[in-house]
């Protein structure tokens, strides 16, 4: 949604090219793709995971509706959920069993941010089918609360923090008209992020999570 003026099919490409060179050189002059492949590598995150997020990033560059469950869920796997997953491959560090146990939970939990993310963004009036969207979010941030529940104590914090914040942005998005959701951009003010950061400190301290 950004560098209109430019070829974005061709800037895709060249980052997709350096991507690549990244993973296979384990070194990159680009610090963030430096940082990720030092990721990759270390925590061994598997390359259809990768592979299947950019498919889904090259599906924005033309495609903006989806019109079968299919494509929608494929989307969504890359977009959302592998970024889940491999979350979890480093909060995990190399506990296989652990993955796999939490596996599904990560993958809810990625659907259920990207599922707030694309409510807020939608710029149609869809009021009758607002609810069924809701619920389908409820249901996977309920699965996700799950998962983050067994998480290693060291990455606990912060994806509860995650979760709590886009739990109030959907509450507010809940609240809210879908015209209004069309004509403005639902946000969590300031204020209200640093008292959630702070009552999920809390809550985190007090091993209440």
Do not use: W
Not at 89 to 117: C, I, P, T, W, Y
């Amino acid at each position: 949604d950004t560098f209109h003026e430019y070829n974005k099919e061709e800037l895709f490409a060249l980052f997709e090219k350096d991507l690549e060179n990244a993973l296979n050189n384990k070194i990159s002059l680009n610090p963030i793709l430096n940082s990720f492949q030092h990721t990759v590598n270390n925590y061994s995150i598997p390359k259809e995971m990768i592979d299947a997020f950019m498919n889904s990033m090259k599906l924005d560059l033309h495609k903006t509706v989806y019109k079968t469950s299919e494509e929608y869920n494929e989307y969504i796997y890359g977009s959302a959920d592998v970024v889940g997953l491999m979350c979890l491959k480093v909060f995990v560090n190399g506990d296989d069993a652990k993955f796999k146990e939490l596996e599904h939970s990560a993958m809810r939990l990625g659907s259920a941010f990207q599922k707030v993310n694309f409510l807020r963004d939608l710029k149609a009036d869809f009021e009758d089918s607002k609810n069924e969207i809701i619920k389908e979010i409820e249901a996977d941030f309920q699965a996700g609360f799950e998962g983050i529940l067994k998480l290693p104590i060291e990455a606990k914090f912060g994806v509860y923090t995650a979760y709590v914040y886009y739990k109030k942005l959907l509450s507010k998005l809940k609240k809210t008209p879908s015209l209004e959701i069309k004509n403005t951009r639902i946000r969590v003010s300031d204020y209200q992020k640093f008292g959630l950061l702070a009552k999920c400190y809390v809550n985190y301290r007090l091993n209440l999570i």
